[in-house]
Each structure stands twice: as C-alpha cells, then as structure tokens.
C-alpha cells in the first residue's frame, strides 16, 4: 500500500505497477466532487481523509461512487466508532490501543 498527498505520483505508481493498492492523502477540498476529481487525477479508488472531512453524506456520498473512505488521525474511540458507523473503512490513529478496545470482538 502507498499513500501519499501528491495525486501525480500515485498515478505514476499505478502505471507502473498497477497491483500495488494506492490511496489518496487529502484535507481538502471538502466537496465530494472536487475529492473524486482528485482520486481521478491519482488513479485510485480510495481516499485517506483528514477525518474532519468524513461527514455521513461525504463518505456516504464517496462510497456510493465506488471509493473507499479512510481516516486520519483519529485518537479517540467515539470519533472512531462514529466514523466506521458511517462507513469509514480504515482508520489511523496515534492510539491503536484505543482503536483494539473499540474494535476488537467480544469473546
């Protein structure tokens, strides 16, 4: 997996070695379209989003047009629960001690 905030170098990954999953850094723009023409421009189907961007209707918008939606940095577990009840898919945090208590299976 590559991430990067440059959608001109994940687009030369992708045509180079288009096996290699890819995914979008983004804080902006906050309008759905304007991150799937970024997407487009990067060659991927995924987009790693400063966590303030993944309102309901943006990530719900997101993944109705075939994009994955990630997260970034979230360090509290009600954020977190709140962003993969909403269909964030991945999630980066400082904390994954938080993340396994708020994800991990009961037993």
Same mark, same amino acid.
């Given at each position: ?9 994940? #687009?030369?990954?992708?045509?180079? #070695? ?19 023409? /970024? ?7 995924? /987009?790693?989003? #400063?966590?303030? /961007?993944? +309102?309901?209707?943006? +990530? ?9 939606? &990630?997260? &970034? +940095? ?8 709140? /962003? ?14 938080? #993340? ?8």
């Amino acid at each position: 997996m590559i991430i990067s905030f440059n959608a001109n170098s994940l #687009a030369r990954v992708h045509d180079l #070695a288009p096996d290699i999953p890819t995914s979008l850094l983004a804080s902006s723009p906050n309008d759905p379209e304007g991150l799937i023409a /970024l997407a487009k421009t990067a060659k991927t189907r995924s /987009l790693d989003l #400063a966590y303030g /961007l993944c +309102t309901r209707e943006v +990530t719900s918008y997101l993944i109705s047009r075939g994009y994955s939606v &990630w997260a &970034w +940095t979230v360090d509290d577990t009600r954020t977190m629960q709140n /962003l993969v009840n909403d269909g964030v898919s991945v999630i980066t945090t400082n904390v994954p001690s938080k #993340a396994l208590d708020t994800f991990r299976p009961l037993d």
